[in-house]
């Protein structure tokens, strides 16, 4: 454990060594979600409430969403843009070093300039909280923390997917952007306003509306029962298959090369 | 111009060797389109009256921006004339006995449709297939389908006329990628491409309006679908023929005027 | 001690026909092919040796040392280092050995020298005090003082050479494996990294594998060649008796041609 924290401690000395260049990109970043925040905003301003969500209820999912996301980029960079470990050569040296694979990877890459996004979904965040007609009680305090909790574990998830599809091709992986960016995009609405049949896949396949619409359903009020407000935990599950799987990528890697 | 076609031709190949890049983008594209057109869909569902424009109307600007998408990306330059510009190289460049306005610009331009070209096909095609609400319908009519036409070819020319200034403002100063990408959002937002324009705010809408980069987007899309007509029509074309002239004309000027600062330096 | 018996290894490549219309049926189909990578390649080598390997590119060199450093498994055959088998004991065997990539770093790119270092022994697990000793040796004989507090990313190539490979020995490994150690380095900083080389050999008794295409790095520090050809071993001898069996005065890159020549390859 001391290892990776020292590891970490790495990154930020080297992202130190940029002082002006990082604060110029940390703006740059934060503009990159102001976008989609905008377009919201725009949006909700025009219609006031869509499938029966209202603003800053549609700003609570955005905001735990951007968050979750944000914190996987944090620690899952390395999987993130394992195209490029793998291609310059750097997974080769990973696997020359006495010390388990996956936490290497983990830290293979980190852009702190990402907290910026962080920091303004936070902001978003306590707005949402303020505006939208929501009792704070304990219970949903708590389903809030599990919601990012969950939604942070399940984009790892996705980002290690991506990782795995790497060993296997590192063409097309703009089609990996559907999962990852993807299902934070769409993921910034309640996934139910796409349809049923979207619900469906966003439950199923990947559990998105498992860390955001369902339980936001039990923050709203829109349902009582707390089994709800526990489901993403169950989203967070979403981490293991996608752990065997990237065992099953270094294997083949192992007998491929890449 | 037979060298230009000569790199597009190289181009082509060289993205069709990559046929799983291919099919990716195409599949990509795809999906974020139907996802958002079962957005509009939600949003047309909750209050119609608040629609600033028809269903179908939106839908087909959704449809036309994902099959161009790769077309109208402002920072989509070539790396090695940057690095050229800014590693002083240029000044060797300066030799050959062609316009490098234009040398850049039909290079710029073959790239642009080389990317687009593989990808819009199949997009278009799935986009018609799909039924009414979702999927892309054909113009009104078609004085609508060759006011889209020509609005179309001037906001291609526009977006390199823009980019052309990306590499002129190289000369002087090297941007960030923190500067990079708040110019490039900025850009973005206001092409209409993250949102069509006519959803946007009265106010904003008309600053929109009178910047260059609405023209490189959403004016066409929204000539397709027939959204301006008559007068309306004339005087949208108008407004991108105005920002094409000025965009190029000047960078064309001060491109020349860079150049020179680079032989009087000796590069 | 390095023991390779039978090793193969293959690996799928595609091709296609030039042109516009080859590049359009590609994208429906594509043409495979299995690429030998290695044959049927055994060998053993001693603890203290110093062996080149060489042969031209894409011969099959960057495999052999990527089935030995534990990287890639291979499809059939037996390898065993100091009684490990490198791929089924990563963590166990990589310990033991030092790899030094020339066109790849190991070093934290924006941090001092230093830092690197220090991490690396956490990595590495060394304890502080044979760590300090290391160190202290390797700054004296690579001469690493002036670089150490030094972003890699400022330092010249032969500068960062020697910091890599002080990097790669921080963990006292008994075997080393230099994959173009001194590609790219001026003069003075090849002599410095050869001379180091042998040294390390003499006084601590280190295995050296070492590919290179410089005939100069091959002549000042090994007795034994392997040359790899498509994946097969050609040849295996002494340097010395490879020498004499072509007329006196010749170069050692004509050697190399001539060898390249007569095997075909």
């Known amino acids: 454990m001391k290892l990776y924290y020292r590891m970490f401690l790495m990154h930020l000395r080297s992202q130190m060594e940029y002082k002006a260049s990082f604060f110029m990109m940390s703006i740059g970043i934060m503009i990159t979600s102001l ?21 800053p209820q549609i700003l609570l999912c955005y905001s735990v969403m951007v968050l979750s996301y944000t914190f996987a980029e944090l620690i ?58 929501v009792v704070w009680t304990m219970d949903r305090i708590l389903v809030l923390i599990l919601m990012i909790l969950g939604g942070t574990l399940m984009f790892t998830g996705l980002f290690i997917l991506h990782a795995v599809v790497c060993f296997f091709t590192l063409e097309g992986l703009e089609v990996m952007n559907i999962l990852t960016d993807g299902s934070r995009s769409y993921g910034e609405y309640p996934v139910s306003i796409y349809g049923k049949e979207m619900l469906k896949f966003y439950t199923y396949v990947i559990p998105v509306a498992l860390i955001q619409y369902y339980p936001l359903l039990y923050i709203l009020g829109r349902t009582g029962d707390f089994r709800f407000g526990l489901l993403p935990l169950f989203g967070a599950l979403f981490l293991v298959p996608c752990f065997f799987l990237w065992k099953f990528g270094v294997r083949r890697y192992k007998s491929n090369g890449s | 111009m037979r060298a230009a076609l000569g790199m597009l031709r190289m181009r082509f190949i060289y993205s069709l060797q990559y046929r ?19 957005l509009y869909k ?12 028809t269903l179908p109307q939106v839908t087909c600007y959704i449809w036309l921006r994902q099959a161009f998408f790769a077309m109208f990306i402002l920072w989509s330059v070539d790396g090695d004339i940057l690095d050229m510009i800014i590693n002083g190289n240029v000044g060797y460049e300066i030799i050959r006995p062609t316009d490098l306005y234009w040398m850049w610009f039909t290079r710029n331009l073959g790239s642009r449709l080389s990317k687009v070209a593989l990808r819009c096909g199949p997009v278009f095609l799935v986009a018609f297939l799909l039924p009414a609400p979702f999927g892309l319908s054909l113009p009104p009519n078609w004085v609508t389908f060759f006011a889209f036409l020509l609005s179309f070819v001037m906001a291609v020319l526009l977006i390199i006329g823009l980019c052309m200034w990306i590499y002129i403002l190289s000369f002087y100063t090297i941007a960030s990628r923190g500067v990079q990408s708040i110019v490039g959002l900025t850009a973005e937002f206001l092409s209409g491409s993250l949102l069509p324009i006519p959803f946007m705010p009265e106010g904003f809408q008309k600053v929109a309006y009178l910047l260059p980069f609405a023209q490189t987007q959403a004016v066409p899309y929204l000539m397709y679908s027939g959204y301006y007509s008559g007068r309306e029509m004339v005087m949208n074309l108008g407004v991108q023929l105005f920002w094409l002239i000025v965009v190029i004309g000047s960078g064309h000027a001060v491109m020349k005027r860079a150049l020179l600062k680079v032989t009087v330096q000796g590069g | 001690m390095i023991e390779v018996s039978h090793l193969n290894k293959s690996f799928k490549v595609y091709r296609r026909d030039a042109g516009m219309k080859a590049a359009f049926k590609g994208l429906f189909h594509r043409e495979q092919t299995r690429v030998e990578a290695l044959k049927d390649l055994s060998f053993s080598i001693q603890d203290g040796e110093i062996v080149g390997l060489i042969g031209p590119n894409g011969a099959g060199k960057s495999t052999t040392i990527k089935v030995l450093s534990g990287i890639l498994v291979p499809d059939s055959g037996e390898c065993k280092i100091n009684g490990r088998v490198p791929w089924k004991e990563r963590k166990a065997h990589v ?3 030092g790899v030094v990539f020339g066109q790849r770093s190991q070093l934290w790119w924006d941090v001092p020298i230093i830092d690197s270092f220090d991490l690396l ?19 004296e004989t690579l001469e690493l003082e002036d670089l150490l507090r030094t972003p890699a990313r400022q330092l010249s190539l032969g500068q960062r050479m020697r910091c890599e ?40 008794n280190t295995t050296i594998i070492l590919t290179t295409h410089d005939t100069q790095d091959l002549m000042a520090l090994t007795k034994r060649i392997l040359l790899i050809g498509k994946g097969e071993i050609l040849l295996d001898g002494s340097l010395e008796a490879l ?13 190399v041609v001539a060898l390249y020549k007569e095997y075909k390859i």
């Open chain 3, 95 to 97: 310990r033991d050995i």
């Open chain 3, 165 to 204: 490979i002080a990097a790669s020995l921080l963990h006292e490994p008994k075997i080393l494996f230099l994959d173009e150690p001194t590609i790219g380095l001026d003069a003075v900083s090849k002599l410095a990294v050869r001379d180091f080389i042998k040294k390390l050999n003499e006084e601590k």
């Open chain 3, 243 to 255: 020498i004499d069996r072509y007329p006196e005065g010749i170069t050692a890159e004509e050697m």
């Open chain 3, 121 to 139: 022994k956490e990595i590495y697990k060394i304890p502080e005090e044979r760590y300090q000793a290391t160190l202290h040796e390797l700054t």
């Open chain 1, 76 to 133: 899952g960079r390395g999987f993130d843009h394992f195209q490029q470990v793998l291609k310059n050569g750097d997974f080769d040296r990973i696997m020359l070093r006495p010390v388990r694979i996956m936490p290497q990877v983990f830290l293979a890459r980190m852009n702190l300039e990402r907290i910026s996004k962080a920091v303004l979904a936070g902001v978003v965040l306590i707005y949402a909280m303020s505006r939208s007609g």
């Open chain 1, 35 to 55: 976008g989609d925040l905008l377009a919201i905003s725009f949006l909700m301003m025009r219609f006031h409430t869509v499938k029966g969500f209202t603003l």
């Open chain 2, 20 to 38: 799983a890049a291919a099919w990716a983008g195409v599949m990509t594209q795809v999906f974020w389109g139907f996802m958002e057109t079962l």
């Open chain 2, 42 to 53: 939600a949003f047309y569902a909750s209050n119609a009256a608040a629609f600033p424009m």
